[in-house]
């Protein structure tokens, strides 16, 4: 009889348990978070999705936050130093702060936005599923005419996975 009272409680604290988890695991889109979303994410404790990374240039500082391993000073020099006009001027800044290994850490989360005409091919390597050798393809095919063509020329180089991923990481027009 005690083994039936049992089973009602260890359900409920089950059922509990799962439905804080699954509040704790949702993703927030950073691309189209507005600072009072980011601070409404920032509350409930929700982390970006790393398929969708930060904007170095645009994201406020307390969204930054959100990144494994970064506290308010670093932060703080992500913001000092825009605008970044390319990854490797990231990675010089922050090698002042913090090692290589840090750093790629960070890359996980952000982004310098790519400009189609002008990035050089690390920043262009940033899309994900792109590579080194098929951002300097890349890169020696410009100029681009538009975005479409850009996006275009990473389906052939890539694969068409990478150019949904690129269209995230394109400077405005």
Not at 36 to 53: C, F, I, M, N, Y
Not at 97 to 105: F, K, L, P, R, S
């Amino acid at each position: 009889m005690r083994t039936l009272r049992f089973f009602p409680i260890l359900f409920l604290a089950v059922s509990l348990s799962a439905c804080q988890s699954e509040e704790a695991t949702k993703n927030v889109d950073p691309n189209q978070a507005s600072t009072e979303s980011a601070d409404a994410a920032l509350e409930q404790g929700v982390r970006p999705v790393t398929a969708e990374k930060l904007d170095l240039n645009t994201t406020p500082t307390e969204v930054f936050l959100t990144i494994p391993g970064v506290g308010e000073r670093m932060a703080h020099e992500f913001e000092e130093y825009r605008p970044y006009i390319s990854i490797v001027e990231f990675r010089n800044e922050m090698a002042k702060y913090v090692d290589e290994e840090t750093i790629a850490g960070y890359e996980d989360h952000v982004y310098v936005p790519i400009d189609i005409n002008a990035s050089d091919a690390e920043t262009v390597a940033q899309i994900l599923g792109l590579d080194l050798e098929g951002a300097e393809e890349l890169v020696a095919s410009r100029p681009y005419a538009s975005q479409d063509a850009f996006i275009a020329k990473v389906t052939e180089v890539a694969g068409g996975i990478s150019s949904q991923f690129a269209r995230l990481y394109l400077a405005s027009e």
